[in-house]
């Protein structure tokens, strides 16, 4: 695994949890998958609690895995589950190019 692909993996599990520990309500159950396939790292976190209140804007961590997943070409998706509790899950390739960042008023 590039060690930018672990790292955004990690971030991503890391925060995912957090969130469970915050909004899933006392007990929950809690799933971390990993695998390797098709060229791609592919991560969830699931739990079974309550889950956010219905109409809440979700907040900066969501957001922030978000970027996490698109900074190394990857992508994410969360919400609420059917039944009950909460998912996450991001697809995160094997094969990264590293982008550099842009200086303010290069030429």
């Known amino acids: 695994v ?9 971030r991503i599990v890391q925060e995912a949890l957090t969130n469970v520990v915050r909004h899933a309500g006392p007990d929950p159950a809690v799933r971390v998958d990993l695998r390797a ?4 790292l592919h991560l969830s976190v699931t739990d ?10 979700p907040g900066f961590g969501l957001t ?14 969360a919400g609420p589950r059917e039944g009950g509790g909460f998912h996450v ?4 390739p094997l094969t990264t190019t590293p982008t550099a960042p842009t200086a303010q008023g290069a030429r």
């Open 48 to 57: 079974d609690g309550t889950g956010p209140p219905p109409g809440r804007p």
């Open 64 to 77: 922030g895995m978000r970027e996490r997943a698109r900074s190394v070409g990857g992508t994410l998706d």
């Open 89 to 92: 899950t991001a697809r995160l």
């Open 2 to 10: 590039p060690p930018a692909v672990g790292a955004a993996a990690y």
């Open 37 to 40: 396939e098709d060229g791609a």
